[in-house]
Structures are given as structure tokens and as C-alpha cells.
């Protein structure tokens, strides 16, 4: 119940800065915006995140397992976990196109501005996949159930891709929050740019 208000309010924040005006929006400095990108940058090259990408690219979808639920679910996660993957590689090159700069703090000036829209987008769709996260949370105790109906052959598999979609979630969930962040930043950046 907790992770599920968790991603809520994750979504929810996603939302807020998808549909909200600009001119009601709380405008931060560029010496606010300036900080909060050093902290996440710190985070995106944490060794948590790193640890987590790791594990993420590791991970390999399940074979069928004959529950459906169970196995609807494991569909679902290695959607989540391919649209994460791909995020992944999108958001820094949305933080160079933006800031000029790399992650890792090389300038890089050659690279075109991205526009409001495609910040926009990327947006809308790391907010998407939160919701998938959070919808496939719900889903687990129900495919849980099914487990224990399931035939002796079946609980095994099914217990097994049950694991799985656990731990794509377990390490999309914090990565897309982070991605989400670190677009929001670059949104109101660009706002602010484009202001002055």
C-alpha cells in the first residue's frame, strides 16, 4: 500500500509538471535549478544506480509458465524494464542536448537544444511507466493467489516469474523517480532559458 502512495505521488508530480502552465508553475533560480541538477547527477552516478542499471540489463525475461496472471505480469515487467532501459539512454542525452555538458562534466556544445515538446514527451512517458510500475505492484498479490492454485508442475515456474517481475520493479521503480527528476529539471531549465 505504501509503494503504491509512493508511485502515486510520483505520478502525480510527473503530471503536475506535464499539465501545469508555466506561468502558475513555482519558478526556481537558475542557481536553485543549477544545484538540484549537482544532486542529481550525484545520484545518477551513484553506486546504487549504477548497481541498479547493472541488474537491469542482466535480468532476462522468464519462460511461460502456464498462469496466466503470472505470466501476464512477467509480459508486462519486461515491457517496463525495456521502456526503462531505453529511458535510460534518453535522459542524458536530453541532460547534454540541454546543459551542453555530459553527466560526467564534459562540455559538449555542438549538440542541438532539445525542445519544450520533447522534454514534454519524455516526460509524459517516464510518468507512463511509473503508472505501469504501479498498476503491475497491485497485480502482484492477485498473481500471487493464482500461484497457490496453481498445479505442482506450474507453482515452481510461476513462483520463479513471479520473482522476476518483483525485481524489475524493484529496480525500475527508483530509476525512473530519478529520470523523472532529473527531466523535470531540465523542463524548468529550458523554461528559464527561454524566459531570459
Known sequence: MKVQMIWNFVLCMGLFFFLHDKGHAQVKTREELM???EMLKSEMKSKEAEDRKSKMQKLEAPKPSGVASVDELAGNSTDMLTSTREINVQVPEMYKRTIGETVEG?????VKKPTME??????????????????????VAGASGDIKKASPLQAPKASKSLNYSREVMALVGPELELNLKVVNNLIETLRSSNNH
Open 35 to 37: 544545484a538540484e541538477r
Open 106 to 110: 564534459v562540455t559538449d556544445v555542438t
Open 118 to 139: 520533447e522534454l514534454m514527451a519524455l516526460s509524459a512517458s517516464i510518468s507512463k511507466q511509473i503508472k505501469a510500475v504501479s498498476d503491475g505492484s497491485d497485480a
